[in-house]
């Protein structure tokens, strides 16, 4: 059942004065005497009193907060120019910089490396003329994230006539960053197969192994 008295100190702080000045107002007629409203109203003026001093002390906090964010923001602006005077000063050195715990540039890349896993590939052919080529890597089979440092998944494709022996037999069709890639066909294309090789290809252009030779008809 709701409590007829407000929860939160404002609403009871409105919700009191109304009780309070009503029950005054007809004492007699509500058959309540002149001691319970005297007590009534010696409650009612502690209250008061302990919610003023609330209501002063929070806007005091509130004061004191936003001096402490406006100090802060100041202070962290004459840190930032500091550093940044300081990162461009050829003088002071990395270590300098890590005892200061500011950043210490890197000197030295590393180097994408090779790819060395394959593309396992499946081709969704439910749509006419039309191919949705799904791709992960063998390593996290349930996982669409590329591996580390790889650009996208490079497509390969042959159309129609018998299986490829090798990528010699495909053209390439594109570099794609995010399965699946969708690949369109015209009508001349309607019932033939067309066979697809992956391989990924790091972010210096760089491919990795083949995958094996997936393969769907094109639906016309």
């Excluded at 962290?76 to 003088?91: F, I, M």
Aim: aromatic fraction near 8%; charged fraction near 25%.
């Amino acid at each position: 059942m709701t409590d007829f008295i407000p929860r939160s100190d404002a609403e009871f702080q409105s919700w009191e004065a109304n009780f309070v000045n009503y029950l005054t107002a007809n004492l007699s007629e509500l058959g309540l005497t002149q001691d319970n409203l005297t007590m009534l109203t010696n409650k009612q003026g502690k209250w008061q009193n302990t919610y003023s001093d609330h209501i002063a002390k929070q806007a005091a906090a509130e004061s004191v907060r936003q001096d402490k964010i406006d100090s802060r923001k100041d202070y962290e602006s004459l840190l930032r120019s500091l550093t940044k005077q300081l990162q461009a000063n050829p003088k002071v050195t990395d270590g300098h910089k890590a005892a200061l715990k500011i950043r210490v540039p890197q000197t030295v890349r590393t180097r994408t490396a090779v790819p060395t896993t394959r593309p396992m590939g499946w081709v969704d052919a439910n749509s006419r003329l039309r191919h949705s080529i799904r791709f992960v890597d063998e390593q996290t089979p349930n996982r669409r994230a590329k591996p580390s440092g790889v650009m996208g998944c490079e497509i390969w494709v042959k159309v129609g006539g018998s299986a490829p022996t090798g990528p010699s037999e495909l053209k390439f069709l594109r570099i794609d960053t995010a399965t699946p890639y969708i690949a369109s066909y015209g009508e001349e294309h309607a019932g033939q197969i067309a066979y697809y090789m992956l391989r990924w290809v790091n972010k210096r252009g760089e491919p990795g192994p083949w995958s094996q030779t997936v393969s769907a008809v094109i639906q016309g």
